[in-house]
């Protein structure tokens, strides 16, 4: 398996710009989540989904969308960039149901807006 | 969930046991004690959870007290790859899924 994987690695973008991060994983797990990592800090939630079709927010949505047509894929989506979304993003996924107790974490992607 | 202290930062010798404490004095009765850890510029790893008794897999053991107020994640040998930010983390149930609150968590560096 591959786990959980993201694509791109690094991006910069300018203000204003929009793009795609993607989201991975091939374990079939039903949960997936995107968070956001900044300099010295936690990592904050932004949106999950606990199955296609599914999506809700986490703590710190906007200026940003997602969305869940397959199992497998759970796209982030930056409407409109600007510099106080230079983070670092990383993507998650669990089982749902099962003795499963961990999520597995993606290698993320280092977004800079300038 | 219930709020976590932990030191912002520990040393510990290669080979020798490393000892994270965690203080969660308001955790309820149906809040799980988990732990991961963060090697540097790579995403979180799960490591250990426990809910009131003590637990051991591969990579460590946790240790909770009996009001359980706090826990100490073990690391019985530690190794320079062991060098990572360590984070517990306190919610409700012992499922997989679900929102993972990170605090600041403690920086582990392991000298050789």
């Known amino acids: 398996n591959a786990g959980v994987t993201q694509t791109p690695k690094f991006q910069v973008l300018k203000t204003g710009q929009s793009m795609t991060l993607q989201c991975a994983q091939d374990m079939n797990h039903e949960y997936m989540s995107w968070y956001r990592q900044d300099p010295g800090m936690g990592l904050r939630l932004i949106h999950y989904?606990?199955?296609?079709?599914?999506?809700d927010q986490g703590e710190v949505p906007n200026g940003y969308n997602v969305s869940r047509s397959t199992t497998e894929d759970f796209p982030l989506r930056l409407l409109s960039a600007a510099p106080s979304q230079t983070s670092v993003y990383f993507c998650?996924?669990?089982?749902?149901?099962?003795?499963?107790?961990?999520?597995?974490f993606g290698p993320g992607t280092r977004l800079t807006v300038t | 969930d219930a709020k976590t202290t932990q030191p912002p930062s520990m040393d510990c010798a290669e080979g020798r046991a490393a000892n994270l404490p965690c203080n969660h004095s308001t955790i309820s009765g149906n809040e799980y004690v988990y732990w991961y850890r963060q090697i540097h510029s790579q995403g979180p790893q799960y490591i250990i959870h426990?809910?009131?008794n003590n637990e051991t897999n591969e990579m460590a053991s946790l240790i909770i007290t009996e009001d359980r107020k706090s826990s100490t994640l073990i690391l019985p040998h530690a190794t320079l790859r062991d060098t990572a930010v360590y984070y517990c983390?306190?919610?409700?149930?012992?499922?997989?899924?679900?929102?993972?609150?990170f605090g600041q968590g403690t920086i582990l560096t392991v000298h050789p």
């Open positions: 998650a996924s669990s089982y749902k149901f099962g003795a499963s107790y961990e999520q597995y």
């Open positions: 989904s606990v199955g296609a079709g599914i999506t």
């Open positions: 426990g809910l009131k």
């Open positions: 983390i306190v919610r409700v149930g012992g499922t997989s899924y679900g929102k993972l609150t």
